[in-house]
T-cell receptor, first 109, second 115 residues
Framework: RKEVEQDPGPFNVPEGATVAFNCTYS??????FFWYRQDCRKEPKLLMS???SGNEDGRFTAQLNRASQYISLLIRDSKLSDSATYLC??????????FGAGTQVVVTP | GAVVSQHPSRVICKSGTSVKIECRSL??????MFWYRQFPKQSLMLMAT?????????EQGVEKDKFLINHASLTLSTLTVTSAHPEDSSFYIC???????????FGQGTRLTVV
């Protein structure tokens, strides 16, 4: 079983709509959680950290559910520029980064 | 966010030659740097973790004699692909972070093509 699992998608989202997807992790001792976005043929860029109480950054909301071992990302009012692959990243108790394979989001006009 | 600079962004080399890729943290001291490889439409694959002043820790299946990593300072790590072959052609990305559970910042990546 992979350490971090994501639905690969693609999630096809009309512009202006809301999309949400999850990421599950297997190690209950995981310490920190992040969402990154990666555009085609580019490096990943930090989108947001995920805090225990949940956090919001503009149109993006991240949640952490430790009991069920998943994190989620919700994008409201989707823009064409939100089309990307969203990577879930989890650090284990040794601080090692574990990457999900990514969820592809395609926002359509 | 913090800036990590990676060079070169693109390199084409002949089979059998060696290629060096540099990764620099420009505005922070990186205790740990990571090297990844990504094949088209696949996820990032961690190759090795390096801490300044110590030997890199390689992931299973990654040849340490082929992928030489040097992390001589808190702001610079290098990856040398020795005796490159066409199957080494890939997108190589470095990342750096300050502490154990902090976010990582990525370099721009190096697209290596071995002909």
């Amino acid at each position: 079983r992979k350490e971090v699992e994501q639905d690969p998608g693609p999630f096809n989202v009309p512009e202006g709509a809301t999309v949400a997807f999850n990421c599950t992790y297997s190690n209950s001792a995981s310490q920190s959680f992040f969402w990154y976005r990666q555009d085609c043929r580019k490096e990943p860029k930090l989108l947001m950290s995920v805090y225990s109480s949940g956090n919001e950054d503009g149109r993006f909301t991240a949640q952490l559910n430790r009991a069920s071992q998943y994190i989620s990302l919700l994008i409201r009012d989707s823009k064409l520029s939100d089309s990307a692959t969203y990577l879930c990243v989890v650090t284990d108790s040794w601080g090692k980064l574990q990457f999900g394979a990514g969820t592809q989001v395609v926002v359509t006009p | 966010g913090a800036v990590v600079s990676q060079h070169p962004s693109r390199v084409i080399c002949k089979s059998g030659t060696s290629v060096k890729i540099e990764c620099r943290s420009l505005d922070f001291q990186a205790t740990t740097m990571f090297w990844y490889r990504q094949f088209p439409k696949q996820s990032l694959m961690l190759m090795a973790t390096s801490n300044e002043g110590s030997k890199a820790t390689y992931e299973q299946g990654v040849e340490k004699d082929k992928f030489l990593i040097n992390h001589a300072s808190l702001t610079l790590s290098t990856l040398t692909v020795t005796s490159a072959h066409p199957e080494d052609s890939s997108f190589y990305i470095c990342s750096a972070r300050v502490g154990m559970n902090t976010e990582a910042f990525f370099g721009q990546g190096t697209r290596l093509t071995v002909v």
